[in-house]
């Protein structure tokens, strides 16, 4: 277990870094699109540091994978609903999505498909290398 956690730490390390050039470009847009001018000390360290924060679980939560012990199915539903529980606690924190069932719906909504999205992704391409690594086996094997 300790190897787990050090390795969470680790690769949360890695990635809190990406947090604040997140912030970034999350920023401009919102000043481009919400014409937003002007920013207080309090709402840039809050942001920095939250999001900073969300990278670095976003970062450390792909070691679930590594435990064998955890069923596919299960590691899926564990690192979907802490990322979900982290990104919804950023974004209402900030004051980037308004507080209320409707927003927090369609977070929800955009959230599950975009996660789906990126599973099925992953689910094509590792299922498309297995059947090819399985057809180079069988013609090996025939030779």
């Not at 990635?15 to 920023?27: D, K, N």
Request: net charge positive.
């Amino acid at each position: 277990m300790k190897q787990y956690i050090l390795e969470f730490i680790r690769r949360g390390l890695v990635a809190c870094g990406f947090g604040p050039l997140v912030l970034v470009v999350l920023y401009m847009i919102l000043q481009k699109e919400a014409n937003l001018e002007m920013l207080t000390v309090s709402q840039v360290c809050l942001g920095i540091v939250s999001l900073s924060a969300l990278a670095f679980v976003a970062g450390g939560m792909n070691v679930i994978y590594q435990i064998e012990r955890i069923p596919l199915m299960l590691a899926i539903l564990i690192h979907g609903g802490v990322l979900y529980i982290c990104y919804l606690g950023t974004y209402l924190v900030n004051g980037w999505l308004a507080w209320g069932m409707t927003p927090v719906f369609v977070f929800t909504g955009i959230f599950a498909g975009c996660y789906l999205l990126i599973w099925i992704c992953i689910y094509s391409i590792t299922k498309k290398r297995t059947d090819q690594l399985n057809a180079f086996l069988k013609e090996k094997q025939s030779q």
